[in-house]
């Protein structure tokens, strides 16, 4: 990989001067936060050059661009990162600390940019990594909002939202592009006029907001480029018109004004969960209708034929929360640029695709009319459209089924589907994991599958190794570049190489060493941050993922119970030491995800204060689980839970990060696990529980009776009686009632247990035994956790990407070279 050259004094000058421009302070006496401000600005200054022979290439070559649409990008940390991949990481560590300055402090100094919930927007994170990485010209599509996801502290063990100001400092990476700004228009009416027999669609009475550009660095490893995520700021029109004496004038501009400070405030902190909310929409369509704009404004820049737009450009639909793309598109191509209707949808179609990443019904879009059709009345006529003309389609190829039309519609019942459109209008359509799209195929999307099969296609998700595995983990990764070389980097397969040592005690003895030094490394965070004493020498059993009941943390906890039961019963049996660390933020208004929450930080306080179990079990509460404590986290784990109910997971990505830094699955056979198991093979992970196909057929029986299990196994009743005896609620015996009905009674859809924590139970108990068992063996644990790592190479998401520019979006390769 070609290196850049780093010059040191340069890059020592630049921070010293940067402290004295910003802050008027010589280092000595600049805090923490303004350190990292300098530094920040001084890796941007030695971006910058790459960022501009990049476009400059860009605009020379004339690539297609991929334009990939997001309302989250979960970027993490930049700094690290950043020089990661300008390979200028260890240079700069010494630079710095030539003057004194450790840069682990400096990066800590650095907000998470947050602007996502969980899989979803982490995913489009490593997308952006792995598409700078290969060198294919990329913008990301997002909205910068004020506050990402929200912090989360936990007070009496309850989870509580706090605002994320991650921007209060100024962030250093960002870039104001004022010059670029769309405007977007909301509401009002269409007025329709003829002009020489041909229709002309005039929007009046609307509300305007100014879009504004913020452009981010996305630097691509060891290769000069520089990629844009492009993140879409509002201000007021014309916020001038303050002044005006006019009292309707007036009103206007503070409404503008208002518009502009409520649309980009706050990410909405839903994972897999959709709430019907305005302001949502509005976000939607605001970066939408502004990407779109920009798309078309390049194109033209040295195109003249808009009909071929589809072919120096694609949109990718990153769910369906940006789907009104399609609507806007066709709205931009028909009234502003005058192409028929035929034109446009021929445009439009070759344009979007639209990647699915949830099977759950409750995250499903469908935006009542009366909402859509008041916010964006010319978007919703076209939708309207193009309803009308799919359900001609739909009657030709199914006369009289009006099953068909009901279930297909784009409109229907009141509601616009959003799915159906972005299935309808896109030319690809695909699932994150080769179960979940077949689910998709057979299931869910099974009408559709059948009429337009040839769109349907999988792309198993991935992760960046570059910071899961390089920035996260040095040691490890180290140690795997002294084993097979460093082309890992940039490709992960090559890490198979390792296989050759996994018999091999002496890489054996190391590799468990590393292991050791980051369970070191997180019980010291664990130690500061939570006050727990944790022994670096039990078993990490880690589950860290969004709260959600069909991931079963759940079943996680009340497993704890029971090991926790069985030690108190029988305190004379062997029992290998186990740490369980947990780490999620439940969505603000989830109230039995937040009881969740509290249930595990209730056990954590009776079993870790127990000293009649010595020590043998810990339970670890890590507060606001992020991607930057994330990295340490996998860094440390020995064991992966991936317990969600089969078929609803569509892929996950931490049990990939997980992979890559040695720990052995735990899991069920959803989403990607399916595919971890075929790389590692059956026997170096621990596979339990109901198939997706069982769970499928049990649902559509409506369920099972769980009371049976309770009646007959023990250990379960226990367990759930201590749910209602107030054993980890003594003042408030009634606080876990809640979880205890919706296993016993009824958990929602009308059943009880709708998830099958206790349908699994047991198995998960079995398969926990199996663990300690292997644990046991040291020769044997550290022989799997190799081979996991080795046979992680399928989880780059430079695979995954390399997959979406073959068979979807088709875009060509570009180099940039820099004169040094
Ligand atoms: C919807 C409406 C209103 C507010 C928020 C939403 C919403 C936000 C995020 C709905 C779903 C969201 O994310 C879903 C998600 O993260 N899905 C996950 O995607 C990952 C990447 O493909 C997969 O690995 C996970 O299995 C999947 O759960």
Redesign the pocket.
């Known amino acids: 990989m070609a290196k850049r050259t780093f010059n040191k004094e340069f890059f020592i000058r630049s921070v010293k001067y940067n402290v004295r421009t910003l802050f008027r302070k010589e280092i000595e006496e600049a805090t923490e936060q303004q350190i990292f401000q300098a530094v920040g600005y001084a890796v941007k200054d030695a971006i910058m050059d790459a960022w501009i022979a990049t476009q400059k290439e860009y605009e020379k070559s004339d690539p297609k661009i991929v334009y990939y649409m997001s309302?989250?990008f979960l970027m993490g940390r930049a700094l690290g990162n950043n020089l990661i991949n300008l390979t200028f990481y260890d240079e700069v560590k010494e630079a710095l600390e030539e003057i004194g300055l450790d840069l682990n402090m400096i990066e800590d100094q650095e907000p998470d940019a947050a602007l996502g919930?969980?899989?979803?927007?982490r995913?489009a994170a490593c997308f952006m990594d792995s598409l700078a990485t290969l060198g294919y010209a990329a913008y990301g599509c997002g909205i910068r909002y004020r506050y990402g996801m929200f912090k989360q502290q936990i007070v009496d063990g309850y989870q509580v939202e706090v605002p994320d100001m991650w921007l209060k400092n100024g962030n250093p990476f960002e870039l104001r592009r004022p010059e670029y700004a769309k405007t977007v228009k909301f509401g009002g009416y269409v007025r329709i006029e003829n002009h020489n027999g041909k229709n002309v669609f005039i929007q009046e009475g609307y509300q305007s907001v100014l879009a504004v550009p913020v452009d981010l660095p996305i630097v691509g490893y060891g290769n000069n480029v520089i990629n844009t995520l492009r993140i879409w700021d509002a201000e007021a029109v014309n916020s001038f018109e303050l002044d005006r004496f006019d009292k309707g004038e007036y009103e206007k501009a503070v409404e503008q004004e208002n518009l502009a400070r409520n649309l980009v405030e706050v990410l909405?902190p839903?994972?897999?969960?959709?709430?019907g909310k305005e302001l949502?929409l509005k976000q939607q369509y605001f970066f939408v209708s502004a990407s779109v704009q920009e798309a078309i404004a390049k194109y033209k820049k040295n195109h003249s034929d808009i009909r071929k737009f589809y072919e120096k450009a694609t949109f990718q639909l990153n769910?369906t929360?940006p789907t009104v793309a399609v609507a806007e598109l066709m709205r931009i191509l028909m009234d502003e640029e005058g192409l028929e209707w035929d034109e446009a949808w021929d445009v439009t179609t070759k344009t979007c695709a639209y990647t699915n990443?949830?099977i759950m019904a409750e995250?499903l879009?469908k935006w009542p009319i009366e909402l859509f059709s008041r916010l964006l009345p010319r978007i919703y006529q076209i939708v309207e459209e193009i309803n009308r003309r799919f359900v001609i389609e739909i009657q030709k190829q199914y006369p009289n089924n009006y099953e068909k039309v009901k279930k297909m519609a784009i409109i229907m019942d009141g509601q616009v589907k959003m799915a159906h459109l972005a299935i309808v209008a896109g030319y690809s359509v695909n699932g994150?994991a080769k179960l979940h799209t077949e689910i998709l195929k057979k299931r869910e999307l099974k009408d559709f599958y059948e009429m337009m099969p040839q769109k349907f296609n999988n792309k198993t998700?991935g992760i960046t190794q570059r910071r899961f595995l390089l920035h996260g983990n040095p040691l490890l990764a180290k140690w795997v570049t002294e084993h097979v070389g460093d082309e890992w980097i940039t490709d992960l397969p090559r890490i198979k190489g390792l296989a050759v040592y996994v018999d091999d005690e002496k890489a054996q003895h190391e590799f468990m060493n590393i292991k050791y030094q980051n369970k070191v490394r997180l019980a010291k965070y664990i130690k500061e941050h939570n006050g727990i004493d944790v022994d670096p020498r039990s078993i990490f059993d880690v589950q860290v993922k969004r709260l959600h009941e069909y991931k079963r943390q759940l079943m996680n906890i009340l497993h704890v119970m029971y090991l926790y039961n069985q030690i108190k019963e029988h305190p004379e049996k062997d029992f290998y030491p186990r740490t369980f660390i947990f780490g999620a933020k439940a969505a603000a208004g989830y109230m039995r995800a937040k009881l969740t929450i509290k249930l595990i930080n209730s056990v954590a306080d009776v079993v870790n204060n127990d000293a009649s179990i010595n020590g043998k079990l810990k339970v670890v509460f890590i507060e606001d689980y992020r991607v930057s404590n994330a990295e340490w986290i996998f860094a440390a784990a020995d064991v992966s839970e991936q317990i969600s109910t089969a078929s609803k997971?569509?892929?996950?990505?931490g049990n990939m990060k997980f992979m890559l830094n040695g720990a052995v699955t735990l899991g069920t056979m959803d989403?990607a696990n399916v595919e971890i198991v075929e790389e590692v093979g059956e026997e170096n992970a621990f596979i339990f529980g109901m198939s997706a196909d069982e769970v499928i057929d049990l649902e559509s029986k409506g369920g099972y009776d769980p009371s049976q299990l309770f009646n007959t196994d023990q250990e379960i009743r226990h367990v759930l009686m201590q749910l209602i005896n107030g054993e980890y609620a003594p003042n408030d015996p009634e606080r876990f009632r809640e979880l205890y009905n919706a296993l016993l009674i009824d958990g929602g859809y009308n059943r009880p247990d709708p998830y099958f924590i206790l349908k699994d139970f047991r198995s998960y108990a079995d398969a926990q035994r199996r663990v300690e068992e292997a644990y046991r063996d040291e020769k044997r644990w550290a022989k799997m956790a190799m081979l996991n790592v080795a046979h992680s190479g399928k989880f780059t998401s430079d695979r995954t990407i390399q997959e979406y520019v073959d068979d979807i979006w088709k875009l060509d390769k570009v180099t940039v070279k820099l004169e040094e």
């Open positions: 309302m989250e919930n969980g899989g979803l927007g995913l909405y839903n994972d897999n969960h959709m709430a949502r769910d929360h990443h949830t995250a879009e994150v998700n997971e569509a892929s996950g990505t989403g």
